[in-house]
């Protein structure tokens, strides 16, 4: 059985660009439960709309992702930029996963300390793992 690793990394992206759309329905219980800090948590408690734009903003971005990856698997039309941009989805999952692994270890600011360490361990992981199903599918690609 030979897979498509993009349709794979496709669905992964769409399935997490939900997931953010449910927290904000969610609330700020959902905000806490999924690591985004006491600070979304409680802007969320008080109706205000920066958690929902922040979380919105990462949704939107990662059903681009998702689009690029079913749309470098063939599923649509190409769309453009696709190897460059399909690279630099990539690179992003991976060192944002590289990089929060040592975060909350080496740096003090607080977008970094807001959170946990273990959702900068659980996110970092998830990342990594996305950023090598694209990876797998890039090479296979191309």
Not at 1 to 28: E, R, T, W
Not at 31 to 39: L, M, S, T
Not at 74 to 82: A, I, K, R, T
Request: net charge neutral.
């Amino acid at each position: 059985m030979n897979l498509d690793y993009l349709k794979i990394a496709g669905a992964l992206s769409f399935f997490v660009s939900l997931m953010h759309l449910a927290i904000i329905v969610g609330g700020a219980s959902w905000y806490r439960f999924f690591g985004a800090g006491e600070a979304m948590a409680l802007m969320a408690e008080q109706g205000l709309l920066q958690p929902t734009i922040i979380t919105l903003c990462i949704s939107a971005l990662l059903a681009v992702f998702g689009a690029y990856a079913w749309s470098g698997a063939g599923m649509f039309f190409e769309l453009p930029l696709l190897k460059p941009v399909l690279v630099l989805i990539t690179l992003v999952y991976l060192l944002r996963g590289v990089i929060g692994l040592f975060a909350p270890f080496i740096s003090t600011h607080p977008q970094v300390t807001q959170n946990s360490v273990s959702f900068w361990i659980y996110s970092s992981v998830i990342c990594l793992f996305f950023g090598l199903i694209h990876l797998k599918g890039l090479i296979d690609k191309w």
